[in-house]
């Protein structure tokens, strides 16, 4: 009895020993350099995680890229590489020698890839319309390209024409010193300061409108629009439209640069340099940098097109912008050329009309008093329209139907919703001025069409991670074992996304997942096996029963009971037009080095660097590997004295704060106690709604000392000083906005939690660990197991291993998050002092029973558990 009773003197001398103050500048700032890296690493892992769903998407070979997209794609995912490794480096202190190698191996791999280009158009400086294809977008442009396409494969009229490639916008830029020009003035740029981006945009355009055309570029041209006015008669006037690398295609720029309207053939020249000169607005540049583009990697590719005096003009969309779930399309007209359409000046006319059947469905005239038409000395004129023209239609009934089915056989053509700019001539002929992907659509509507009649949609909502359509049985899956005997042609359905269903993506039908990142690495080896996969249902493992057969719709985002035939028949996709071409062919290699995912299970030898094969590989490790280095931050606190912030509320803990920024309050940063409603980190404020003792619970009776005192003896009997160096340790929270680690050190247990709770679903996750406790090994083994089962209850992945338990909760909503971090907090102080009361295996039972019924505390009567001894 003298050894315990040494050891609570040992304990009560705890709680009066002075420590050394710690600054708290100082004490914070260890933490926050290892933040900082962490934030780092996630953020590039985000970023690389989307370039592989990028470079996924153009391996369909429905959208228009050039070499311009696989060098830029493939370089920044290589500076994200790099960028994970050096600031894992720098979290955990160990160097990567052979991750730097492998990526500097694949760095040089792809470099070589891309320098097999061979350019199709052979350097020409000019090129005319008719010869112009998808492939040749890196020269021609994205607005050419498409159409060309559109005139070759869709066979859809559009203006005669011609470009002036990038060939001669590089001749024209080496020639007149250009590049060097540009690279000076940049210079002079503050980032922060507007008035100097604009003073340099204006600077580097007149430089371009001063300098000269060379020679053999200026005869091109000019012998070009000779062969166009042999077509078109003398006094033709042209279209000088911008058709810059990736405008048009995975990029839009609309709005961003220049079109020359009604340009007679001597003012050609100077046309063109007033195009490329748009590439360097403020608002052009600005763009780029939002978009990640150097402005030393552009080029600017020109369409001098035919000018349709136009009796009227204007815009489809074959999916409604502000409702894209509606199996409608759009037609905007007004009369005259279609600028006023397109930049909202005049109020056009609105049909729309049925996606399938092109039958009308709404029509609004509206009254359209001016229009813009060609002037006779160059430019357009606003004029007046007609009294008897303002409130007449533009089109007729069979004139948008016959828009209607080019917009849609455009949509089927490029595999995406298209926004096309047409003109009706003044002999009733239409023409396609150009079409890009509709990238105004909200979010409102995710469906890609209505459901089909006749059938019961189970589910619905939820984002698209693979497109197509399947079906078969259910199978429900929520361990790893449920994979082994997974069916052929099963409908893999899970609470989560996870890489570990890559065994059973051969067999599987579809996949659906309550919750899951479409950029996340399970969805990219969906699209790699070609899986139809639909994620963030929310309530399929429930709503779904286990064998029923359904049919996925992963492009519509609809899950029907049965088995719809027509859904199946569409499911095939049309014909990938940039497939077979060479530059699909290098990015098809790149990608290889760039996306496959052979790292699949944390747990098994070969998840190390030296099994890496690609980025994805590097990306998926050193993701993995700084949980662990966040989690055990908190072991750097231990023997802090102060400069912290002390939790003012009611915990039964020791709670001291280390804030990394934006975790509190302004207005409290100068206290030194602070309350939960200082807190503005979002994770631990959601983790106090639980951890702050209610009322009820502060009402409840403690532990009763007898069975207190025979617990604790095991302890002090075997470790004397144990009680001084445990009991009445701080606890600590480092926070900032959306990060927490918390690390609660009472009564001879520990628990730690590691948490990111952001806007990006890829970043958020929650990591907990408990272990210890004062009574004997079986005692805290039973309370880890029963710990281990409420976590798998939440919905956390779990290993218990003797008297410890951790487990993960990774990839959810900042909500569900949030959610989760309160069931944490109450399960914090549900689990003090329990490892007592574990008097026999029911006891475990009653206690998991107590936890999820939302008591406060376990009262093991309660719940048919045999009461707790009350002496040793």
Known sequence: MGTVLAGLKNLAASFTRRKTPVDRDQSAAVFREKYNRFQSLLESNTELLKICSEIEEMLRGRTVFGMAFIRSRTSRAIFHAIRMIKSYEGLSGRPQPVLLALVERLSAEIKALIETRVNPAGGRLVLDLGEITAEMVDQAGGKCANLGEIAGRVGLPVPPGFAVTTAAFQAFFEEAGLYETIASIRLGIAPDDPASMAAAAEDIQAAILRAPLPQAVAREIDAAAARLEETLGPGMRL????????????????????????????????????????????????YRLL????????????????????????????RLPEAPDRDELLINAVWGLGPYAVDGVITPDAYRLDRHSLEPTATDIADKPRMLVASPTGGLTDVPVAEELRRLPCLTPEQAHTLAG?????????????????????????????????????????EAAPPVPGYEVALSGGQTACVGAACGPVRLVARDEDLDDFPDGGVLVAPHSSPGFMVAMKRAAAIVADHGSVTGHMASLSREFGVPTLLGLGQATTVLRDGEIVTVDASGCRIYRGRVESLLDTAAEAPAFMA???????????????????????????????????????????????????????????????????????????????????????????????????????????????????????????????????????????????GADRFGEKSYAIISDKYLNFSSRVGYHYGVLDCYCGHTVNKNYITFSFSGGAADDVKRARRATAIGRILTALGFTVEAVSDRVSGRFQKFSREVIAEQLGHMGRLLQFTRQTDMLMVSDASMDAMVACFLSGAPCFDPATFGSPPAQETP
């Open 239 to 286: 279209a000088v439209r911008s058709s810059a690398i990736g405008e048009d295609g995975e990029l839009s720029f609309a709005g961003q640069y220049l079109t020359m309207l009604n340009v007679s053939r001597d003012r050609l020249a100077a046309s063109y340099k007033f195009v490329l000169a748009s590439l360097f607005t403020p608002r052009a540049m600005s």
């Open 291 to 318: 978009k990640g583009i150097p402005d030393d990697d552009v080029a600017m590719a020109a369409a001098c097109l035919a000018l349709i005096p136009s009796k009227a003009a204007g815009v489809l969309y074959t």
């Open 406 to 446: 080019w917009g849609m056989a455009l949509e089927r053509h490029f595999g995406l919703p298209q926004d096309m700019e047409w003109a009706l001539a003044e002999d009733g002929a239409l023409c396609v001025l150009q079409s890009r992907q509709l990238t105004a659509l909200t979010e409102a509507g995710a």
């Open 580 to 722: 077979g071409t060479q530059v699909h062919a290098i990015l098809a290699e790149a990608a290889k080095r760039v996306v496959p995912l052979t790292l699949l299970n944390p747990k098994a030898p070969e998840f190390r660097p030296e099994s890496c094969t690609s980025l994805h590989d590097v990306t998926r490790l050193l993701h993995e590997w700084s949980y662990g280095c966040m989690f055990t931050v908190s072991d750097l606190v231990a023997g802090q004295g102060g400069g912290t912030y002390i939790l003012d509320a009611t915990t039964g803990l020791d709670l001291h704060i280390i804030d990394l920024g934006g975790g509190i309050q302004p207005e409290a940063a100068e206290k030194t106690r602070v309350r939960p409603q200082d807190i503005a980190s979002k994770p631990f404020a959601a983790l106090l709604t639980g951890l702050v003792l209610s009322e009820e619970a502060k009402a409840l009776r403690p532990v009763n000392l007898g069975g207190f005192l025979s617990v604790m003896s095991v302890q002090l009997i075997a470790q004397p000083k144990a």
